[in-house]
């Protein structure tokens, strides 16, 4: 891995989590500190997250985390639910023997975690989502759904302490995967669907 690439994850993952606050100033000498890296490769990488709307660049002030709007939710979703349930019905069609036994594994970590780890389970939820979007077989896809995962995550996090039990919409993946098994494209979709759905539901139900 590049260094500016593993800056990007390390970075990415910390804005996501809200470690990194919405509109924080970005300080590039402690990120530099706290993931020993050089300036060159952490400032390609908030570039990069600038480009995908996790940075704001402001000339002359410099950069800060971008903020979350209740705007984002609406415009999250809806693109999430076109998206994420063609990308599905890809998945149903192309999804290798392999990929579909690592979803069938990772949702069975689900019974392995208890109903107040809600970190834990969401991490669970990163993954299947990552996933769906390689077994698509469509990488320009899997890039656009990526981006708005992570703007997901965003709002996610920052309702955390609000939200009750996730579990249930984390089962959901169960279902998923058996459509995906039976290569029932229309089911998959749907369901994928009912789970994007739901799951911002939930999120509006506390904002």
């Known amino acids: 891995m590049r260094l500016?690439?593993?800056?990007?994850h390390l970075i990415r993952q910390r804005i996501i989590t809200l470690d990194l606050p919405p509109m924080s100033a970005i300080d590039?000498?402690?990120?530099?500190?706290?993931?020993q890296l050089g300036r060159t490769p952490i400032r390609e990488a908030l570039q990069r997250l600038a480009a995908e709307?996790?940075?704001?660049?402001i000339p002359r002030r410099g950069m800060?985390?971008?903020?979350i709007g209740l705007t984002?939710?609406?415009?999250v979703f809806e693109l999430r639910m076109m998206l994420e349930g063609f990308c599905a019905r890809l998945a149903a069609q192309r999804a290798s023997d392999s990929q579909l036994a690592e979803m069938q594994m990772l949702i069975e970590e689900l019974d392995r975690l208890p109903n107040d780890n809600r970190k834990a389970l969401m991490v669970i939820d990163e993954e299947f989502h990552e996933l769906l979007y390689q077994a698509a077989g469509n990488e320009f896809l899997a890039d656009t759904l990526r981006r708005l995962h992570a703007l997901s995550f965003r709002?996610?996090?920052?309702?955390?302490?609000?939200?009750?039990?996730?579990?249930g919409a984390m089962e959901q993946h169960v279902e998923i995967t058996k459509a995906l098994k039976a290569r029932d494209e229309a089911r998959a979709e749907a369901l994928l669907q009912q789970h994007i759905c739901e799951f911002q539901s939930e999120i509006?139900?506390?904002l």
């Open 4 to 8: 500016s690439d593993k800056a990007y």
């Open 28 to 35: 590039e000498q402690t990120l530099m500190e706290d993931l």
């Open 53 to 57: 709307n996790l940075v704001e660049i």
């Open 64 to 67: 800060f985390v971008a903020d």
């Open 72 to 75: 984002d939710l609406h415009q």
């Open 155 to 167: 709002i996610w996090h920052l309702v955390l302490d609000r939200l009750g039990s996730v579990r």
């Open 204 to 206: 509006k139900a506390v």
